[in-house]
């Protein structure tokens, strides 16, 4: 259980860092009170990250998971998919600040190539989570 709560603190500490910097960014460059993906960075990190990381700890730490080969593969694909796609909010939220704040516009093929990579990154959280829950519904070998 410890590692979840180690792992949890890091996602707590990503994701107020997240917040602060999409505050002042966005101040810096006279957005605020406007939407952004910018701001969706922080609540993933603390939502996705810390909060459910430390439920699936405690469920896996009941169920004797921690050691099943398909949960700590899930497990990592879970993180990598929270990662890649707060990545994606915030660099496509920097992009849209800066196009509210100072006129940048970017490319189409950019803005595509953006949208593909952010569903890529939510498609890889999405079957991971489901591969989370598949370990944990699965019966121990020793039962």
């Known amino acids: 259980m410890r590692k979840?709560?180690?792992?949890s603190f890091i996602y707590l500490c990503i994701g107020l860092a997240l917040g602060v910097f999409y505050r002042e960014f966005s101040k810096a460059f006279g957005v605020v009170n406007t939407y952004t993906p910018l701001g969706l960075g922080h609540p993933h990190m603390l939502v996705l990250g810390c909060l459910v990381v430390l439920i699936i700890g405690l469920v896996a730490t009941r169920l004797n998971k921690e050691e099943d080969k398909l949960f700590k593969i899930s497990l990592i694909g879970y993180q990598v998919g929270v990662?890649?796609?707060s990545l994606m909010l915030v660099i496509r939220g920097i992009f849209d600040v800066l196009n509210k704040g100072n006129g940048f516009v970017i490319s189409s093929s950019l803005n595509g190539a953006l949208s593909g990579i952010s569903g890529l990154a939510h498609i890889t959280l999405g079957v991971f989570i489901i591969l989370i829950f598949v370990s944990l519904l699965r019966k121990n070998k020793s039962n």
Request: glycine share 0%.
């Open 83 to 85: 990662c890649f796609t």
């Open 4 to 7: 979840f709560v180690k792992l």
